[in-house]
Structures are given as structure tokens and as C-alpha cells.
Nanobody, 117 residues
Framework: QVQLVESGGGLVQPGGSLRLSCAAS????????MSWYRQAPGKQREFVAT???????NYADSVKGRFIISRDNAENTVSLQMNSLLPEDTAVYYC???????????WGQGTQVTVSS
């Protein structure tokens, strides 16, 4: 079993920045991928960004060039740096990982991001 705890959400003005973190209960080296998803009110959960074990990344078109996903293996965290935030970025952001040891997919509980003036 893997526990994931997101943090860093909050209220920010359009054009501002936030950095989300997802702390894992085990080494991030054990994860095949680490991803961020988001879910806005009344909408389905959608992919935001992913970081593969060997370091490659992929982003949704809507956030490409504004968001950066990274990991800190020493701290067992995966982060999402969000810049140039837009009101449409408002959502609950979730961390998702695939753990090779348990062959399982795990989600965090989510952190709220609100972009508003």
C-alpha cells in the first residue's frame, strides 16, 4: 500500500504561481510513473502531467509551457510547478502513481487550487 499526500494548493490571482507537492510513503524510485490530474467542478478528472521513471515527461496541451513536473528522490516527492495560472486552472489536483512492487495504482486525496481575482 502506498500513501500519497498532496499539499501546496490555495487561492492565487490570475498570472500567479503555485507549487504543489505530493509526498509518498515509499521511495519514488519504485514508481513507474508519477502523474498529476485535476478535476474542476462539474467536469471529469483530466490528465495534467506525467513523469516517467527514466525521466521523460508529458503534459496536457492546456498546461504545456506553464507547468513543470519534477521529483525529489531524496524527499520521496513529486512536484508540480504551476506558472501563469489561469482561472480555468481552478480544480482539485490529484497525484497518481504506479508502484511496481505492488503492481498497483494509487491516488492522493487532492488539493484545491483556485485561480481568481
Amino acid at each position: 500500500q502506498v500513501q500519497l499526500v498532496e499539499s501546496g494548493g490555495g487561492l492565487v490571482q490570475p498570472g500567479g504561481s503555485l507549487r504543489l507537492s505530493c509526498a509518498a510513503s515509499k521511495s519514488t524510485n519504485d514508481f513507474t510513473y508519477m502523474s498529476w490530474y485535476r478535476q474542476a467542478p462539474g467536469k471529469q478528472r483530466e490528465f495534467v502531467a506525467t513523469l516517467l521513471h527514466l525521466g521523460s515527461t508529458n503534459y496536457a496541451d492546456s498546461v504545456k509551457g506553464r507547468f513543470i513536473i519534477s521529483r525529489d528522490n531524496a524527499e520521496n516527492t513529486v512536484s508540480l510547478q504551476m506558472n501563469s495560472l489561469l482561472p480555468e486552472d481552478t480544480a482539485v489536483y490529484y497525484c497518481k502513481v504506479y508502484d511496481r512492487d505492488s503492481n498497483g495504482v494509487y491516488w492522493g486525496q487532492g488539493t484545491q487550487v483556485t485561480v481568481s481575482s
